[in-house]
């Protein structure tokens, strides 16, 4: 599946609230999934990674989850600050094939 | 340790024109992505190299794009000639292997072909 940026999905949330930012994944036999973020001028950078064979994994603020049943990926973020608005990616994986990155959603911390 | 370094970081340029980008991936890492950004197309992989070698081109546009991997430490995407449709930052990212590893991503370099 292509990445389509035409109109970014755009979450917005008070400092201090949790975020959480959902991704659709197209293909049943991924079993690898990164969500990265995106600053203005900036390239992607990796934030967590979740194997299929893991439902919920935990990082510093974050937490990925993934439902396989039904093809989705979540990131959490606690305590939502300024430094998190950024346009937020997941991107999938299958053993052989190429990473396909989600068209992002853009989150924008509140003051 | 020093990320993955692009450059330059931005290129204006007139049509027609040979632009060449440069990327210098993370020491050790094995594999070398280019992507490029654009607002309607995402982030789209144009190749991808396994120990200096191409492995997948299917994402160049058209033979315009050429890319090369000389050494482990060094790689170029060349676009002759250019043209206005080209405009987009293009990343370059490093891995550890192929299979199920993240990606690390320099800060690209932002083309604009007038």
């Known amino acids: 599946g292509e990445s389509v940026g035409l109109h970014l999905p755009t979450l917005s949330v008070q400092e201090g609230d949790n975020s959480i930012i959902n991704c659709a994944y197209s293909n049943s036999a991924s079993d690898y999934f990164i969500w990265y973020k995106q600053e203005s001028g900036k390239g992607p950078q990796f934030i967590i990674d979740i194997r299929s064979n893991m439902d919920k994994r935990q990082g510093q603020r974050v937490t990925v989850l993934l439902n396989k049943t039904v093809k989705h990926l979540s990131l959490q973020i606690a305590a939502t600050q300024p430094g998190d608005s950024a346009v937020y990616f997941c991107a999938e994986i299958s053993y052989g094939q190429n990473f396909v990155f989600g068209p992002g959603t853009r989150l924008s911390v509140l003051p | 340790d020093a990320g993955v370094i692009q450059s330059p970081r931005h290129e204006v340029t007139e049509m027609g024109q040979e632009v060449t980008l440069r990327c210098k991936p993370i020491s050790g890492h094995n594999s070398l992505f280019w992507y490029r950004q654009t607002m309607m197309r995402g982030l789209e992989l144009l190749i991808y190299?396994?120990?200096?070698?191409?492995?997948?081109d299917s994402g160049m546009p058209e033979d315009r794009f050429s890319a090369k991997m000389p050494n482990a430490s060094f790689s170029t995407l060349k676009i002759q000639p250019s043209e206005p449709r080209d405009s987009a930052v293009y990343f370059c990212?490093?891995?550890?292997?192929?299979?199920?590893?993240?990606?690390?991503f320099g800060d690209g370099t932002r083309l604009s072909i007038l």
């Open positions: 990212a490093s891995s550890q292997g192929t299979v199920n590893q993240p990606q690390h």
């Open positions: 190299f396994n120990n200096n070698v191409p492995i997948d």
